[in-house]
């Protein structure tokens, strides 16, 4: 069984920010998969299980806000007895432009809050994460923070919506194919 994550914050006002792409690409996941992800007072997140080419996953939207995305992971983990190399984490990556999207295998948390979050409530970076690429601010004046918690508008927009569709066929070819089959084809495909 694999646990497929996607981090973001509750709430309206953050639904079309750049902090919001990995609920954005789990949601979607679930509508192609016919799955109504629906809260879990348990796991403290919208969830559901669905089904992908014969494997079992849990989907899951932490509703306690990106810094503290872990508790809701560690207790999805701990529910269905699901290893860390059993979870996919969808999240937003500054270090990427807008139109990138790459897998990662483990490793730190690279300064992002909800993987923070996630390592220090499981005890281990050793999952699988697909990094959306959104971009760095371009003014100055404006904070990292402030950057990821706007909204995603023109040119960025179409892009951005374009690796939400790669990350949820990313997903599928990780439970299917394997992490280095996955990377070996989507992280060439932006390079």
Excluded at 40 to 52: G, H, T, V, Y
Excluded at 121 to 146: D, L, M, N, W, Y
């Amino acid at each position: 069984m694999y646990l497929v994550v996607g981090l973001g914050n509750p709430g309206r006002q953050y639904e079309n920010t750049r902090h919001n792409v990995g609920f954005k690409a789990v949601t979607k996941l679930a509508k192609r998969l016919k799955a109504e992800l629906l809260f879990k007072a348990n796991l403290d997140s919208l969830s559901c299980k669905a089904n992908i080419s014969g494997s079992d996953v849990v989907l899951l939207l932490p509703q306690t806000y990106m810094n503290n995305s872990g508790q809701a992971v560690s207790s999805a983990m701990k529910k269905y007895n699901i290893k860390p190399e059993k979870i996919i984490v969808v999240h937003d990556e500054i270090d990427l432009p807008p139109g990138t999207m790459k897998i990662k295998n483990g490793g730190g948390s690279a300064g992002h809050n909800g993987i923070r979050s996630i390592i220090s409530s499981i005890g281990s970076g050793g999952f699988i994460r697909i990094r959306i690429g959104v971009g760095k601010p371009e003014r100055e004046s404006q904070t990292g923070a402030e950057y990821v918690l706007s909204g995603i508008s023109g040119k960025d927009k179409k892009e951005i919506g374009r690796c939400i569709d790669n990350a949820c066929d990313a997903i599928g070819s990780i439970i299917t194919e394997g992490t280095a089959s996955a990377m070996n084809v989507f992280n060439k495909r932006d390079a």
